[in-house]
C-alpha cells in the first residue's frame, strides 16, 4: 500500500500536483481510462464485466496547510492558513514551501521575552512567521514567492500496537484505499475519483461527480477519533481498533441509509468490525456529490485517525486493511439493480 509515500508527499488544497502524479503512477496499469479535469480532479474508470450501476469510489487528495502570505525586512516570512487548522499545533512545527520544498521553522517570541499575561493565552497565527535563515526580505524572495503552499514536514512512521503515526492521513488514506481497491475487477462500471480541495469547501467532488453522473457514491475518509483523555466515551467520535466507520449524518450530508445498511450487513455476514461516526459536524465530498444533477445517492466510510489537521496523525493499520476489505466485498455483492 502507497500509504507512507502518500502521507509524506506535498499536497495542501490547490497544490495536489505531487500527490496526483503519484496516484496516476499507481492506477495507470489497473484501470481503462484516466483523465484528469480542469480544476485538477484525477478520475480513473474500470469498465466492468456487466451493466449495472455507474459506482464513484472517491477520496480527496489534498491536505490542510499554510500559504506563504508576506515578508518582514529581517527575511522571516508571514502566512496564512488553508483549511481548518488549531492555531494552537503551529509553533515550532517544521515545514516545507514551495516546489522546491525550502525548509523552515514556524516560530514565535521565546517564553523568555513574553509578559506573563502573554503566556496564559495562546499564540495566533498572526503572532507566528516561518524562519528560512534567509536574512533579508530580498533573500527570502529568492526562495520563495507570495503564494506559494507550505506543507508540515513529518515522515511516516509504524509505532506500536500495530499503529502507524505521519501526516495528512485526512486524506491520504482515503486514496490508497481507493488504490488497492483497484486491484481488483468488479462487476459494474466503476470510477475511481482522487479530489481536489475538499478541505476549502469540497469544490472538486461536485464537478467531478457532474461530469460522471454516477448512481451511487462511496466517499473513504480519515475521520477524527477522540479515544483520547479528557473525553467521556461518548466523545470519542470514533475508536482507533474498532473497525471502519459508518456516518449517518454530519454538516454537508444524511447518507443514503440503503447504502450504509448493505454496508453493515457486509460487514456482519464477514464478521467485520464496524463503528459509527457519533458526530454531526464537519463535512466531506459526499455533501457535494449528493446534491449534483439530480441528486446522488452516498455515503461515508471512515478510518479512524487521531490528531486529524495536525501535523502529525496516527490510526490503526488493521482498521485500513478491514477497511478495503470491506469496500471491496462491497463492490462485488451489490445488486444488479443498484440499492433502490
Known amino acids: 500500500m502507497l ?41 480513473v474508470f474500470k469498465k466492468g464485466f456487466k451493466s449495472g450501476p455507474r459506482i464513484m469510489l472517491t477520496a480527496h487528495m489534498d ?30 512545527k517544521v515545514v516545507q514551501i514551495g516546489d522546491k520544498k525550502v525548509p523552515g521553522v514556524i516560530g514565535a517570541k521565546a517564553i523568555h521575552l513574553q509578559r506573563p499575561e502573554e503566556r496564559k493565552k495562546s499564540l495566533k ?44 492521513f485526512d486524506n491520504r488514506v482515503g486514496c490508497a484505499l481507493v488504490i488497492e481497491a483497484l486491484k481488483k475487477e468488479y462487476p459494474y462500471p466503476l470510477y475511481g475519483v482522487f479530489t481536489v480541495q475538499e478541505e476549502v469547501g469540497m469544490r472538486g467532488a461536485g464537478v467531478a ?23 467521556k466515551e461518548e466523545g470519542y467520535v470514533t475508536t482507533l481498533g474498532k473497525g471502519p466507520a459508518f456516518t449517518v449524518m454530519d454538516a454537508s450530508v444524511i447518507a443514503d441509509l440503503k447504502i450504509v445498511n448493505f454496508l453493515i450487513k457486509m460487514a456482519e455476514e464477514n464478521q467485520m468490525p464496524y463503528q459509527f461516526r457519533r458526530f454531526t459536524g464537519g463535512g466531506t465530498d459526499a455533501g457535494r456529490i449528493s446534491l449534483t444533477r439530480e441528486g446522488v445517492r452516498a455515503a461515508v466510510v471512515s478510518v479512524p485517525c487521531r490528531y486529524i489537521h495536525n501535523p502529525a496523525n496516527i490510526l490503526n493499520l488493521e482498521d485500513v486493511k478491514n477497511t478495503l476489505k470491506l469496500i471491496e466485498l462491497f463492490l462485488v455483492d451489490l445488486p444488479e439493480g443498484g440499492l433502490s
Open 209 to 231: 461527480a457532474y461530469k460522471i453522473k454516477p448512481d451511487l457514491a462511496i466517499v473513504l475518509e480519515g475521520t477524527t477519533a477522540a479515544d483520547v483523555i479528557e473525553l
Open 63 to 92: 491536505e490542510v496547510g499554510l500559504i506563504v502570505a508576506g515578508f518582514e525586512n529581517n527575511g522571516l516570512i508571514r502566512f496564512s492558513k488553508v483549511g481548518g487548522i488549531d492555531d494552537r499545533v503551529l509553533v515550532s
Open 125 to 168: 497565527v498572526e503572532e507566528l512567521y516561518i524562519d528560512i535563515g534567509a536574512k533579508s526580505k530580498e533573500e527570502a524572495e529568492k526562495l520563495v514567492k507570495l503564494g506559494d503552499y507550505i506543507a508540515f514536514y513529518t515522515k511516516y512512521e509504524e509505532i506500536e500496537g500495530g499503529l502507524a503515526k505521519g501526516k495528512a
Open 3 to 43: 500509504l507512507r509515500e502518500l502521507s509524506e508527499a506535498f499536497g495542501v488544497s490547490g497544490g495536489e500536483g505531487e500527490v496526483r502524479r503519484i496516484i496516476r503512477q499507481a492506477v495507470e496499469p489497473l484501470v481503462d481510462e484516466v483523465s484528469t479535469d480542469v480544476l485538477g480532479n484525477l478520475i
